[in-house]
C-alpha cells in the first residue's frame, strides 16, 4: 500500500534554513505529482507546494514562494522541500502527500529564536 514518511523537521532560528524529506513506497513514484502541506497549531491544513512526475514543472503558496523549493528524485523515490529565510510562522506540522489523498505522520518543524 501507499506510504510516505517525512523526516527532518526541527527547532529552528528565524532566518535559519531546514529541508524535509518524504520517503515514498507501495506505488510507482515516478507516474504522480506529489505535495507538501502543512498545518499550524489552530490552523486548518494548507496546501505548500506540489511537483509534477517529471519534475519539470513547480508551484508554490504566496507565502513561501521565493524561500521554499521543492524537488524529487524519482530514483530514491523520495519528495524534498528546502526551506530558507524560515519566519515564525512557518512553525506547522509539515505533510507529504499524493494527490491529497495519501499523507505521511508529519514532521514538525518549529521557528523560533
Known amino acids: 500500500q501507499v506510504h510516505l514518511v517525512e523526516s527532518g523537521g526541527a527547532l529552528v532560528q528565524p532566518g535559519r534554513s531546514l529541508k524535509l524529506s518524504c520517503a515514498a513506497s507501495?506505488?510507482?513514484?515516478?507516474?504522480?505529482?506529489m505535495a507538501w502541506y502543512r498545518q499550524a497549531p489552530g490552523k486548518e491544513r494548507e496546501w505548500v507546494a506540489d511537483?509534477?512526475?517529471?519534475?519539470?514543472?513547480?508551484n508554490y503558496a504566496d507565502s513561501v514562494k521565493g524561500r521554499f523549493t521543492i524537488s524529487r528524485d524519482n530514483n530514491k523515490h523520495t519528495v524534498s522541500l528546502s526551506m530558507n529565510n524560515l519566519k515564525p510562522e512557518d512553525t506547522a506540522v509539515y505533510y507529504c502527500s499524493r494527490g491529497g489523498e495519501y499523507w505521511g505522520q508529519g514532521t514538525l518543524v518549529t521557528v523560533s529564536s
Open positions: 511537483i509534477i512526475w517529471s519534475g519539470e514543472v513547480e
Open positions: 507501495g506505488f510507482t513514484f515516478g507516474s504522480y505529482a
